[in-house]
Every structure is written in C-alpha cells, then in structure tokens.
C-alpha cells in the first residue's frame, strides 16, 4: 500500500467499497424477494477497482459505467435510493421505471452517461465526450471501463484507435477479472497483459493490482493528470476476480474451487481493512460508527423503494422520442470564446503537412490535395495542360477498332424504307426492340477455349 493521501482520502476509500458491497448484499435479498425486476450484476471482489479509479476524478469530470461499477456511482454522487428504485422499476427512479437495470445516468449535475449493453460501444462515446469538452474549452477528463472479455469486441480497439489519433483526454478501465462468463481469460486472448493491446495504438497503459485500492487510486490519479495536461487516452489494466456468476442465475460452477479460494483469501475490503489497521487510520470505535452509518442510510433508502409506486400505464407512451426542451434543456458550456473555434480566427488552410513521407498523385493522375513536409508541393496544372492530359487518358482507354452493328433489314416488303426505316435509323419503334438473331462470334476463353462453349439442355434458356 502506497501511503501518499490524507487520513480523509483512506477513510473515502474504506467507506465507498463497504458502501459498494452492502448495496450489492441489499439487491441481492431483494432480488431472492422477487422484488427485483431486472438482472442483476455482482462485483464482489472488484470494489477496489469502482472506487478507486472513480475517486480520482474531478468533481467535472464525465464517466459511464458498466454493470459491476456501482461503486463509481457512488463514489460520483448517486444515492443508493436510486439504484435501488432503478432496479426495481419503481416510479421514484431515475428513468421513472422504464427500466428494470442500471441503464441510467446523470449528464446535468453528475456527468454521467447511461450504460450501454453493447460492450465496447462506450469508448468511442467517451472518447466524444472528450473531444467535446475540449472542444468548448473544458478541461475535463472522461473515463469508463471494460472487461476482458469486451476488449475482444471490434469497437473496443476502433474506440482506442480513434480516442488515440484524436489525443482525447480519456482514461479507459481494462478490468481482467479472469473470466468473460464461462469463458476464461487465457481461451480469449493469447496475451499475458491486456495493457500490451495499447501499444497497437500509440499509447501508454499501466498494470495495476485491482484488489489493492490505494495502488489503484494512485495509478489511476496519474493518468487523469496525465491525460488532463494533453497526452492522449491511457489504458489501465486491473487485475483482479470475478467472485459471483455473470449475473444471480449463474451459480459459475465452472471457475476451479482453487481459483475461488485463492482471491478469497485476497479481498480488497479485508486487505484494506488490515492496512488502515495497521497504519493506526481505522480503529473498532470509527470502524463501528461507520458500519452504523451505512446500516442506517440503506435501510431507509430500501423503504424508500420498497414504498414507492410502480409507473402509471400511461407512462409508457411518454418520453419514447426526445421531443426538444420538454424532454431536456441541456445546453453547450462554452469555457472558452466561441470566436476561437469559429471563422475567421479559426480559418487554417485545408492542407494537412507530415513530415517523412513524400508526395504523390491522385488516382486521376492529378495533383493530390494534401502534399507533405518533405517535397515542396507542386503547383496546380492549368486548364488547358490539364483538359489535354485527361484527353490523353480518354483516348488511351479508347477501343482500337470500331464497334461492329448487325443491323437487320426493316420490315415491309416493298423494298422502301418508309416509316420503318426512320424509326431503324433513330434506334426506336418495333423493329429496334427486337433482338438480334445473328449471335455474336464466340470469344477465346482461357487455353484458347471459347468462353460459350456450353450450350443451354433442349427447352431451356432458349427462345
């Protein structure tokens, strides 16, 4: 444990992981109550991560969690009442019931935007946020999280890619809790760090121990500042367990019992606990006064819940589709002049200059419109020098021998051409819709073979 914060900061640790594991215990009774509607998600063992990663944000700074990062809501502001009555859809949440799991957020006061079930698709939101933010002169830093199974989807390594060319000011959260439900680590991935994926794209990771809290805040601490003074996303990978099932109706029988026994023996609360033991920062009086605390917080947020209305029926036809200012007001904060950003002061030339690559030509043979660093860019071609390249493109592609028409000699009988010859020569009428009944000569194919060789069987594909 790394000793580096004041004697507050620990206890906000201690306090916001045995928060995070008494909501969970509550859901969970509630939930074998029938009382939950939805699925529900544990994160025994994996508190340290929620909290201590969460923790060292700034009060405007943006996160998003996934489903075991209860402990980052609370650690953001968000009160227990609110997971509760989310998780029972109850009229009093925050989506007013309309849904039954963690998909919710907070983006006027918290800075928090909602879940996503897709995994993955949060990072290149995050990333947007990020970029938005600078964008109005903020200078805030986003930050959501992953786990090891989600960084094998696409749109993790297209968000990273993308958060990387853009330098965006985000932190992204690698949890290896060892297993992507019932599939292990080592089946997905033939890597030993996930952090090494970052090296793909230019950027910095960290490995931390995600069951111990303090070296999690720390690590995490640095990156935020690291990304808040301009030097791009960092990935940080945190290693821990996921105790429970992928979700209550999964028992996990599949996890060796001697994997399960080993990270037992290393909680993050019960380690935590004995260093602030240790280092004189909790004794049984304040231990006490704050289990007292919680005791007291849950039990009435949970009567809260268990009181509050179900939603009304009519409910469910409102709120469908974001109709304007009646579904939210929620304006751009500029923290910056809007004429940096806007013409003239923001005009530049649309060309891009790399140093190191050379130049080049279009497709079309033309000049590109981007020249690079090391070769002086060439001027543009006139009209008259460019009207005769494209000429000789043009004839180039030409056939070199004419078409050769069949033409069929028109209708009539009287040998005049008349009415009918007209509409031949036009290419219109009657006599031009039909086709032709001379068949054209037969192409080479490969080795000299003619290329329509095969006929149609007798009474098919023929007229």
């Known amino acids: 444990m790394n000793k580096e914060l004041s004697r507050q900061q620990y206890l906000d640790l201690y306090y916001y992981m045995r928060l995070n594991r008494a909501v969970e215990d509550t859901m969970v009774k509630l939930f074998r109550q029938n009382k939950i509607v939805g699925g529900l998600y544990s994160s025994l063992g994996q508190e340290a991560i929620s909290v201590g990663t969460a923790y060292a944000l700034e009060k405007k700074d943006w996160l998003a969690p996934m489903i075991r990062n209860i402990g980052a809501l609370l650690v953001k502001g968000v009160p227990p009442r609110d997971i509760f009555t989310q998780h029972m859809a109850k009229y009093t949440s925050p989506t007013l019931g309309k849904d039954g799991t963690s998909h919710f957020g907070d983006l006027e006061k918290l800075h928090i935007v909602s879940p996503i079930s897709m995994l993955g698709d949060l990072i290149p939101v995050m990333a947007g946020v990020a970029i938005g933010s600078r964008y109005l002169g903020q200078k805030i830093v986003t930050m959501t999280w992953i786990g090891d199974g989600g960084s094998s989807t696409g749109v993790f390594h297209e968000g990273l890619n993308f958060a990387a060319t853009q330098k965006a000011p985000f932190v992204l959260i690698l949890e290896n809790n060892q297993w992507a439900y019932s599939t292990p680590v080592r089946r997905q991935v033939p890597l030993e760090n996930l952090a090494d994926r970052a090296k793909a794209y230019g950027i910095q990771s960290y490995i931390v121990d995600g069951n111990d809290v303090v070296a999690v805040y720390t690590t995490a601490k640095e990156a935020v500042d690291r990304a808040r003074n301009g030097e791009g996303p960092i990935l940080i990978e945190a290693k821990s367990f996921r105790r429970m099932g992928h979700a209550q109706h ?36 304040s231990k006490k006064e704050l289990e007292s605390k919680i005791d007291t917080l849950l039990a009435k947020d949970r009567d809260f819940a268990e009181n509050s209305p179900m939603p009304p029926p009519d409910l469910a036809e409102k709120g469908v589709y974001c109709t304007g200012d009646d579904c939210h007001k929620i ?51 006139s009209v008259s020098a460019q009207a005769a390249e494209e000429e000789a493109i043009e004839e180039k592609l030409a056939p070199k021998t004419p078409m050769k ?6 209708a009539g009988g009287n040998g005049k051409n008349g009415g009918n010859a007209k509409s031949s020569k036009l290419g219109v009428g009657r006599s031009a819709a039909k086709p032709a009944k001379t068949a054209p000569k037969p192409s080479a194919g490969v080795n000299g073979k003619s290329s329509s060789s095969r006929r149609a069987p007798a009474g098919k594909g023929r007229r």
């Open 250 to 285: 999964d028992p996990a029988e599949y996890v060796p019992k001697e994997q399960r026994s080993y990270w037992e023996d290393r909680d993050p609360i019960a380690l935590y606990e004995k260093f602030l033991i240790g280092e004189k920062l909790l004794d049984d009086k």
């Open 331 to 381: 304006r751009p904060k500029w923290e910056r002049p809007i004429a940096e950003v806007t013409p003239p002061r923001s005009s530049i030339a649309a060309v891009w200059t790399v140093e190191g690559f050379g130049s080049g030509k279009g497709s079309g043979g033309k000049n590109a419109p981007i020249h690079f660093g090391d070769t002086a860019e060439t001027a543009a071609p």
């Open 405 to 410: 028409v069949v033409a069929k000699k028109p």
